[in-house]
T-cell receptor, first 109, second 116 residues
Framework: GQNIDQPTEMTATEGAIVQINCTYQ??????LFWYQQHAGEAPTFLSY??LDGLEEKGRFSSFLSRSKGYSYLLLKELQMKDSASYLC??????????WGAGTKLIIKP | EAEVAQSPRYKITEKSQAVAFWCDPI?????LYWYRQILGQGPELLVQ????????DSQLPKDRFSAERLKGVDSTLKIQPAELGDSAMYLC??????????????FGEGSRLTVL
C-alpha cells in the first residue's frame, strides 16, 4: 500500500529552528508538496520538490531525497504564527496525490 | 488576489437530511478537487474534475454523495442522506495545471459540516 509517515506532534521554541520529517512509500514518484494548515483553516502551499536537494524560500526550506523516500521541512527563526499543522503530500506514478496525516507544530515563547 | 470561493462556511444538519456545498474555483483553473478532512487527519480526495469531466471519483461514496461541474467552472457536492460520520471539513481546491497533481493546489476556506 501507499504510505506517508510524519510525526504527529512537535514542540519548539520561538526563535529556534525545527525540522519536520516525512518518509513515503508510494508507487512511483512525481513530486512532493508541503502545505501549512492553521487550525480551522484550509491548507496553503509552502513548497514543491521534484528533484533531489534543498529548496529555500525565506525562513522555510524543503529537502528531498528520492532514493531514500525522504523529505524534511526546515523552519528557521520560529514565530508564534508558525504554530500550525504541516502536511506532506506525494504525487505517485499515476498522478494521484497521497496525503500524510500532518504534523502539529506547537511553538512556545 | 483570486481565491477559491466556497459556501456555506458552516452547516449543521440532522442525519438523513440533504446537504449541498458549492465551490467556485479560481478563474481559468481547469482542475477542481473536493476533499474531506477529519480533524487530525490529512485531506481525503472525494472527487477530481478536469474541466467538466470526472477524473477520479474512486473514493466517493456514490450511494449518498454526488458531485457535478456542469459547465466546467463552479461545482456542487451533495450528500443525501447525511450520516453522523459525515461530520467533517469539506475542502474545495483548484489548480492551473492540466497535468493533475503536479502543481500548487489553491484551497477554499472550507465548509464545516456537523451532522446531529
Amino acid at each position: 500500500g501507499q504510505n506517508i509517515d510524519q510525526p504527529t506532534e512537535m514542540t519548539a521554541t520561538e526563535g529556534a529552528i525545527v525540522q519536520i520529517n516525512c518518509t513515503y512509500q508510494t508507487s512511483g514518484f512525481n513530486g512532493l508538496f508541503w502545505y501549512q494548515q492553521h487550525a480551522g483553516e484550509a491548507p496553503t502551499f509552502l513548497s514543491y520538490n521534484v528533484l533531489d536537494g534543498l529548496e529555500e524560500k525565506g525562513r522555510f526550506s524543503s529537502f528531498l531525497s528520492r532514493s531514500k523516500g525522504y523529505s524534511y521541512l526546515l523552519l528557521k527563526e520560529l514565530q508564534m504564527k508558525d504554530s500550525a499543522s504541516y502536511l506532506c503530500a506525494v504525487t505517485d506514478s499515476n498522478y494521484q496525490l497521497i496525503w500524510g496525516a500532518g504534523t502539529k507544530l506547537i511553538i512556545k515563547p | 488576489e483570486a481565491e477559491v470561493a466556497q459556501s456555506p462556511r458552516y452547516k449543521i444538519t440532522e442525519k438523513s437530511q440533504a446537504v449541498a456545498f458549492w465551490c467556485d474555483p479560481i478563474s481559468g483553473h481547469a482542475t477542481l478537487y473536493w476533499y474531506r478532512q477529519i480533524l487530525g487527519q490529512g485531506p481525503e480526495l472525494l472527487v477530481q474534475f478536469q474541466d467538466e469531466s470526472v477524473v477520479d471519483d474512486s473514493q466517493l461514496p456514490k450511494d449518498r454523495f454526488s458531485a457535478e461541474r456542469l459547465k466546467g467552472v463552479d461545482s456542487t457536492l451533495k450528500i443525501q442522506p447525511a450520516e453522523l460520520g459525515d461530520s467533517a471539513m469539506y475542502l474545495c481546491a483548484s489548480s492551473l495545471q492540466r497535468e493533475v497533481n503536479t502543481g500548487e493546489l489553491f484551497f477554499g476556506e472550507g465548509s464545516r459540516l456537523t451532522v446531529l
